[in-house]
């Protein structure tokens, strides 16, 4: 193990984004969770938030990745880090209509 190699582990690691900043995804859904949460003021939002918020991001982002990939089902299985099958299941179950090497979904 050299002083060099170590340099570089060091610098790889300064390379990887930080999930937690300003633009990231995270950040997003953290701002658009205290909105929703502010839309109910002193209350609860009704039972079964973690269904709803899983149905209400699957869709479009299902849809986001068949329009990168053209409606390549591998190439957008495995961007999302699912199974093809999976994916054509929630395809089915979500009703999602799309033509494979088309934008427009």
């Given at each position: 193990?050299s002083?060099?190699?170590?340099?570089?582990?060091?610098n790889?690691?300064?390379?990887?984004p930080?999930?937690?900043?300003?633009?990231?995804?995270s950040?997003?859904v953290?701002?658009?969770?205290?909105?929703?949460?502010?839309?109910?003021?002193s209350?609860?939002p009704p039972?079964?938030?973690?269904?709803?918020v899983?149905?209400?991001?699957?869709r479009?982002?299902?849809?986001?990745?068949l329009a990168?990939t053209?409606g390549?089902?591998?190439?957008a299985?495995n961007?999302l880090?699912?199974?093809?099958?999976?994916?054509r299941?929630?395809?089915?179950?979500?009703?999602?209509?799309?033509?494979k090497?088309?934008?427009?979904?």
């Open positions: 193990i002083v060099s190699s170590i340099e570089e582990q060091i790889s690691f300064q390379k990887i930080n999930i937690h900043s300003v633009g990231s995804l950040a997003s953290e701002k658009n969770l205290s909105h929703y949460f502010d839309l109910h003021k209350s609860y039972p079964g938030l973690y269904n709803r899983i149905h209400e991001v699957e479009p982002l299902i849809l986001k990745t990168i053209k390549n089902q591998i190439k299985a961007l880090g699912i199974n093809r099958n999976t994916l299941k929630k395809i089915n179950y979500l009703d999602i209509q799309y033509k090497s088309s934008k427009e979904f």
